[in-house]
Each structure stands twice: as structure tokens, then as C-alpha cells.
């Protein structure tokens, strides 16, 4: 029997400062699923397993797939090395790889905004990557400092702005909660 397809996908944009941009982004993913659909996430910028939803993802939910794409330390903006920028690219070419096949109904490219703010990877690339994937796949990208061309060619855009944190309070990032 054939699965559910999504008739038009759409854009989707989480950006701001405040807490909850990734983890809106699997919100959906698991809605998704539960509707027979495929979800497929690129975590740019990010190299670490220890997230919750790497975990998840592995043992739980078998039509999530997530794949990262970036070293295990922080990327400096001002400096990035070579590997930082060589990750970035390649995480934009299978994702755009990804996308063109159109096997996933929801393509999350999680932190993709900071990957642009920090000129890892080239505006150009991702506008025509956006312009020209299949209709039936909705994207959704993430990350802080939305460049405002990407702005034009969103359907969705939500800002999620600071107004608590508790690192602030000196609370360090917590397993299962910020990571
Ligand atoms: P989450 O992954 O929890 O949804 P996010 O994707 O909105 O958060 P990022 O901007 O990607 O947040 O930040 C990465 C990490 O920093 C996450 O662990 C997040 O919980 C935490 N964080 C988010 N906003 C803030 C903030 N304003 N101050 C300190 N830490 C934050
Ligand atoms: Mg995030």
C-alpha cells in the first residue's frame, strides 16, 4: 500500500534568540511520523551524539533519520577552520542530494541559518536549493541571524525571542533538556 504524500510542501523558518527553534523542529518531525510521513534532518555545525534526539531517533523512530555534519567543538565565526567549512559544504550537498530525490516528505536542515551567518556555506546554493526542491517536500530550516533573502522565500516564519533562560541564572545546559 502506498504511504501519504504531502500535496504541497512548504518553507518553514524557526529562528530568534530564545530556546526552541531545534526542538520545534522535531516537534513537527514526530507529528509527521505519526501520519506515515518520512523525515529526514541535517544538523549542521554540530558533531556530537550526545543529543536526546540522536538517541531517540536510533532506537524509537526508524522513519527519522538524522545525520550531522559538523565537528564535535564550537565554530568560531570570526576563524573557522577548514574542516568547519568543508562539513558545512558537504552537509549542503546531501542535503540538497536528499531533497532533489524526494524519498523524505519533511527535510529539517537544523542550524543552517548560523551555518549561513558564519559564511560556511554560500546564500546562492541554499536559494536555489529552496527554489528548486520537489513540491511535495516541506523544508524546514533553523538556526539564529535568518538571512532576510531566506526570509522571501519562507512561507512560515516564527522568531522565538528571549525573555528567560535559565543559563543566565547560571544554570549549565541540562541532558535530556538543552541537549
Ligand atoms: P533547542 O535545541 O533547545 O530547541 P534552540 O535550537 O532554540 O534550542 P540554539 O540557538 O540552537 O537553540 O542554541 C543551542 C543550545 O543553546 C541549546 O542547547 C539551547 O537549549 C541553548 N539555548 C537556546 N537559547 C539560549 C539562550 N538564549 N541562552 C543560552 N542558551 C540557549
Ligand atoms: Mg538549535
Same mark, same amino acid.
Given at each position: 500500500?502506498?504511504? /501519504?504524500? *504531502?500535496?504541497? @510542501?512548504? &518553507?518553514?523558518?524557526?529562528?530568534?534568540?530564545?530556546? @526552541?527553534?531545534?526542538?520545534?523542529?522535531?516537534?513537527?518531525?514526530?507529528?509527521?511520523?505519526?501520519?506515515?510521513?518520512?523525515?529526514?534532518?541535517?544538523?549542521?555545525?554540530?558533531?556530537?551524539?550526545?543529543?536526546? #534526539? =540522536?538517541?531517540?531517533? #536510533?532506537?524509537?523512530? /526508524?522513519?527519522?533519520?538524522?545525520?550531522?555534519?559538523?565537528?564535535?567543538?564550537?565554530?568560531?565565526? #570570526?576563524?573557522?577552520?577548514?574542516? +568547519?567549512? !568543508?562539513?558545512?559544504?558537504?552537509?549542503?550537498?546531501?542535503?540538497? $542530494?536528499?531533497?532533489? %530525490?524526494?524519498?523524505?516528505?519533511?527535510?529539517?536542515?537544523?542550524?543552517?541559518?548560523?551555518?549561513?551567518?558564519?559564511?560556511?556555506?554560500? *546564500? !546562492? +546554493?541554499?536559494? %536555489?536549493? =529552496?527554489?528548486?526542491?520537489? +513540491?511535495?517536500?516541506? *523544508? =524546514?530550516?533553523?538556526?539564529?541571524?535568518?538571512?532576510? $533573502?531566506?526570509?522571501?522565500?519562507?512561507?512560515?516564519?516564527? #522568531?522565538?525571542?528571549?525573555?528567560?533562560?535559565?543559563?543566565?541564572?547560571? &544554570?549549565?545546559?541540562? $541532558?535530556? =533538556?538543552?541537549?
Amino acid at each position: 500500500m502506498s504511504r /501519504p504524500r *504531502l500535496n504541497k @510542501g512548504l &518553507v518553514q523558518v524557526y529562528t530568534g534568540n530564545g530556546k @526552541g527553534k531545534t526542538t520545534a523542529s522535531l516537534g513537527q518531525a514526530v507529528r509527521a511520523i505519526g501520519h506515515g510521513y518520512k523525515v529526514f534532518m541535517l544538523q549542521f555545525m554540530k558533531g556530537s551524539k550526545d543529543y536526546g #534526539e =540522536i538517541q531517540t531517533a #536510533e532506537k524509537y523512530l /526508524p522513519n527519522l533519520i538524522i545525520i550531522q555534519s559538523g565537528l564535535e567543538t564550537f565554530v568560531s565565526k #570570526e576563524n573557522p577552520s577548514q574542516a +568547519d567549512i !568543508d562539513l558545512a559544504k558537504q552537509g549542503l550537498a546531501t542535503a540538497r $542530494k536528499v531533497i532533489e %530525490e524526494g524519498h523524505y516528505d519533511l527535510v529539517i536542515l537544523d542550524e543552517i541559518n548560523v551555518a549561513l551567518d558564519f559564511n560556511l556555506i554560500d *546564500l !546562492d +546554493d541554499v536559494l %536555489e536549493m =529552496i527554489k528548486t526542491k520537489p +513540491d511535495h517536500v516541506e *523544508l =524546514i530550516l533553523t538556526g539564529r541571524y535568518v538571512p532576510k $533573502k531566506i526570509l522571501d522565500h519562507a512561507d512560515l516564519v516564527s #522568531e522565538v525571542s528571549l525573555i528567560k533562560h535559565p543559563y543566565y541564572q547560571g &544554570v549549565a545546559a541540562r $541532558k535530556g =533538556i538543552e541537549y
